[in-house]
């Protein structure tokens, strides 16, 4: 367990930084390359313990996957080159790796069986397993397969109509591997549109899928052909930096490579509401995953409403964005976002916890919480809880602390972002 001595008192932010590769894509390149025929490159890929996890995972599986400083390749040989696995697979920290991993060995016809850390014990898995189960997988796990150590006997698998009871990228994707595997025509439907990635690298690897009005259609039996990724830069990531320059006094901040997909774009509708002075540079639309560079400048700000359909375009930026609106002049309400009780934390829980030791006045409710700005915070000593976002919030909330803040279980934070505090320190 790292304790770490966080900057405070901070009256000025400027520089430009590279954001890292996005983690939800990065997932996904090493999935879909270890699934398709052929050799996939791919760049500018996450090397967070989240992504290294899902590596270690599809090397069990029999996947050739070379590793040099710039590049990943992986050779695939389709979804019938995977291999039973000699030892289980452990997915770490990683909510996606499981989630997603479950659809493609549903449709293997071996066994495997998957672990994870403290956290990934108590998220639940249910979700995943029961709709997988009806499409013919034998599935079990701890508590009637609800949470790890979860077992998979793979095999022919039924295709699935399905509407999907929680707004979930990973249960959509869990579905939409396995569905790739099903005999025949799956039907998907989500009640709010979720991030899209797995569809379009669907479409990026020689595949087919449609949708609809939130109504996913695809074909059991695709053949997927290896390609090249670029990986864009995590909007989830530059979060942390577009809240550290809206709120600490005379900041100018440049962030390059910034994914803009729609479907997470979320926090740059909410900042504009709430007054940020930001901008949009240069946004390269023509990529299968699009692209962009964010200016942000230090923002007088006012408290707002976050709701209904926009939850799932922010959903991980939640904890940054009740830091946020602690700066915003008046009251800030976030609800139907019960699905942050089910994260690496219960996020509402963890967030108003901590901001409060740091002198916020902050209030869980049931499916959110209710910040009342503008709060000046003083210091204590804060833990992420052993998650990522946790503790990159309370580094940026440090900036804006008067008094000593000391940061507990300060490593959580190489899960998606391994050199925060190289790229804090450089604009400090
Ligand atoms: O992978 P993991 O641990 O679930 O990561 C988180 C995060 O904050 O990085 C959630 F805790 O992101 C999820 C996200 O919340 C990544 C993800 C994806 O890549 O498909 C989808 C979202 O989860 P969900 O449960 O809404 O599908």
Redesign the pocket.
């Known amino acids: 367990m790292t304790s770490l001595n966080l900057k405070t008192n901070i009256n000025r932010l400027v520089g430009e930084i590279t954001i890292p590769g996005d ?2 894509i990065s ?1 996904r390149s090493v999935m879909f390359g270890s699934i398709a025929h052929g050799e996939t490159r791919v760049t500018n890929f996450l090397p967070g313990d ?1 992504c290294l996890s899902t590596i270690s995972c599809f090397r069990k599986l029999g996947v050739t996957i070379e590793e040099s400083d710039n590049e990943l390749r992986i050779t695939g040989k389709g979804f019938e080159g995977l291999t039973e696995p000699e030892e289980v697979l452990d997915v770490g ?5 499981i989630r997603l991993i479950m659809g493609i060995l549903a449709g293997r016809p071996f066994f495997s069986s998957l672990i994870g850390d403290e956290s990934i014990g108590k998220r639940p898995m249910t979700r995943v397993t029961v709709p997988l189960k009806k499409m013919g997988a034998k599935m079990d796990g701890r508590k009637d397969g609800a949470f790890t150590p979860i077992s998979i006997r793979g095999g022919r698998l039924e295709p699935i109509h399905y509407e999907l009871p929680v ?5 959509k ?1 869990a579905l939409i591997l396995a569905g790739l595997q099903a005999e025949g025509k799956s039907t998907i439907i989500e009640q709010a549109e ?2 899209d ?1 797995t569809e379009r690298m669907i479409l990026r690897f020689g595949g087919k899928i449609h949708k609809e009005n939130q109504v996913i259609t695809v074909e059991g039996g695709q053949r997927l052909k290896a390609s090249t990724i670029h990986v864009p830069g995590d909007i ?1 990531s530059a979060a942390f930096f577009l809240v550290a320059g809206a709120s600490i006094p005379d900041s100018e901040i440049v962030l390059k490579n910034v994914g803009l997909n729609p479907t997470r774009t979320g926090i740059i509708e909410v900042m504009e509401k709430m007054g940020a002075n930001l901008k949009v540079v240069q946004p390269d639309g023509n990529s299968f995953e699009p692209s962009g560079d964010l200016i942000i400048k230090t923002s007088s700000l006012k408290g707002t409403i976050i709701e209904g359909e926009l939850i ?1 375009k922010l ?2 930026e939640i904890p940054i964005i009740a830091l946020l609106a602690t700066q915003a002049e008046g009251t800030t309400i976030i609800k139907d976002a019960e ?1 942050l009780k089910v ?2 934390t219960n996020r509402i829980d963890t967030v108003v916890q901590e901001l409060r030791k740091l002198g916020a006045s902050i209030d869980a409710t049931d499916d959110g919480m209710i910040i009342h700005g503008k709060s000046n915070l003083t210091g204590g000593t804060v833990s992420s809880h052993g998650d ?2 946790i503790g990159m919030m309370l580094a940026i909330a440090a900036l804006l602390c008067t008094d000593d803040v000391k940061l507990e279980n300060a490593e959580a934070i190489s899960v ?1 972002y391994p050199n925060f505090f190289t790229h804090l320190n450089s604009l400090i």
């Open positions: 983690k939800s997932h989240d920290n990683s909510g996606t790796t707004a979930s990228a990973q249960v994707s979720t991030r990635h989830s799932p959903i991980d699905e994260k690496e990522h976002r998606s």
